[in-house]
């Protein structure tokens, strides 16, 4: 997995604006919960095949879990909010 790879983050975006803990995606695509948090941090990556349960539970087609997201156009972002102050 390389530094910039989307992956872990949209994971952890898309699981938290469906309401699903880690836990109830764990229990959904039959995996441990440290299995999604070790994806979402980013240490270990899924097979393919947990990919795709994955993009099933979250009801999300598998390109929005690799694709890139501008941090400005995520509305519920912190920073998106901070980098859109004027600066002095």
């Not at 530094?3 to 699903?20: E, S, V, Y």
């Not at 994955?54 to 400005?72: F, H, M, Q």
């Amino acid at each position: 997995m390389t530094p910039t790879d989307p992956f872990p983050d949209n994971l952890r975006r898309i699981r938290a604006q469906r309401g699903m803990t880690q836990q109830q995606l764990a229990a959904k695509i039959g995996k441990r919960e440290k299995d999604i948090s070790r994806w979402e941090l980013g240490k270990n990556e899924p097979d393919w095949s947990s990919v795709r349960q994955i993009a099933a539970a979250l009801d999300v087609p598998l390109d929005d879990l690799a694709a890139e997201i501008d941090a400005a156009a995520d509305a519920g972002s912190k920073r998106a909010r901070r980098d859109r102050r004027p600066r002095q």
